[in-house]
């Protein structure tokens, strides 16, 4: 890099705008588990780490760039990396939503659980299944996957131009389609499953109402979400990194 003088400290304070925002969102970066401290130091780190690769094209651009277009540069960086941690974090938001529900689905979601990514409490099976995703994010290597990321969305999205809100938008509904569609193929086989029991156990209900069919069915209903989670819970977390891998590679 060349010496350190006021435009230096511009530039890498610029990349930790972007750099820090999309951390700042990002699963696994973010958690409120993690001290905002340690937070801090990993999105310095990075930056610094990143900014000799991409000093030499951006100090051209800044050179020419007027002062008085900083301050609107320094919220669009921002914006910029918040969006792509939104991005990110819509995957596991789809997938802790959906484990909410197929722990309903199974009678196994009024005992609160902690919450790995945020201070609400959560179903132990919704807990379970996200942090055994965020584990495979850094276990799968898809943590440097995320710098590749924030390295080529200076080529998307330039610091020299301004903020793409179209484009912007055009990645956020993308990323909406495909996490829930993937969240909702991991709790498909619990939907069917709740269909299921809860049609016979209507059907139970009715025929032979005497009989307090739903208290006494409870733990066969849960015992057989369990069977269908150890079934069905490798292919589900390996639908989901699949999909969030795609995602990281067509940016």
């Known amino acids: 890099?060349?010496?350190?003088?006021?435009?230096?400290?511009?530039?890498?304070?610029?990349?930790?705008?972007?750099?820090?925002?999309?951390?700042?969102?990002?699963?696994?970066?973010?958690?409120?588990?993690?001290?905002?401290?340690?937070?801090?130091?990993?999105?310095?780190?990075?930056?610094?780490?990143?900014?000799?690769?991409?000093?030499?094209?951006?100090?051209?651009?800044?050179?020419?760039?007027?002062?008085?277009?900083?301050?609107s540069l320094i919220v669009s960086e921002v914006v910029i990396g918040a969006l792509i941690g939104v991005m990110g974090r819509i995957f596991f938001l789809a997938l802790e939503f959906m484990a909410t529900a197929a722990a309903m689905f199974i009678g196994f979601g009024a005992m609160p659980g902690a919450s790995v990514e945020d201070a609400e409490p959560l179903p132990p099976l919704a807990t379970l299944i996200?942090?055994?995703?965020?584990?495979?994010?850094?276990?799968?290597?898809?943590?440097?996957?995320?710098?590749?990321?924030?390295?080529?969305?200076?080529?998307?999205?330039?610091?020299?131009?301004?903020?793409?809100?179209?484009?912007?938008?055009?990645k956020v509904v993308d990323a909406l389609s495909g996490a829930f569609t993937i969240a909702l193929q991991i709790s498909s086989p619990f939907i069917v499953y709740a269909l299921i029991v809860n049609l016979m156990v209507g059907l139970a209900n009715k025929l032979v109402p005497q009989i307090p069919v739903y208290f006494i069915a409870t733990p066969f209903v849960l015992a057989g979400g369990f069977v269908i989670l150890y079934l069905t819970i490798g292919e589900s977390l390996r639908l989901f990194m699949m999909g969030f891998m795609g995602w990281l590679a067509a940016g």
Do not use: N
Not at 52 to 68: G, N, Q, Y
Not at 132 to 154: G, I, K, M, P
Not at 155 to 166: C, G, R, T, Y
């Open 1 to 71: 890099m060349s010496p350190i003088g006021p435009e230096t400290v511009l530039l890498v304070f610029l990349l930790f705008c972007r750099i820090g925002g999309c951390l700042m969102l990002m699963p696994g970066f973010s958690s409120a588990r993690v001290p905002a401290q340690v937070r801090l130091f990993i999105a310095l780190a990075v930056t610094l780490a990143l900014a000799p690769m991409l000093e030499p094209s951006l100090r051209a651009t800044l050179a020419k760039m007027p002062s008085v277009m900083i301050l």
């Open 130 to 170: 996200t942090l055994t995703a965020t584990v495979l994010l850094f276990l799968t290597d898809q943590h440097w996957e995320v710098l590749r990321a924030l390295l080529a969305s200076y080529v998307a999205l330039p610091m020299k131009e301004p903020f793409a809100i179209d484009f912007s938008l055009g």
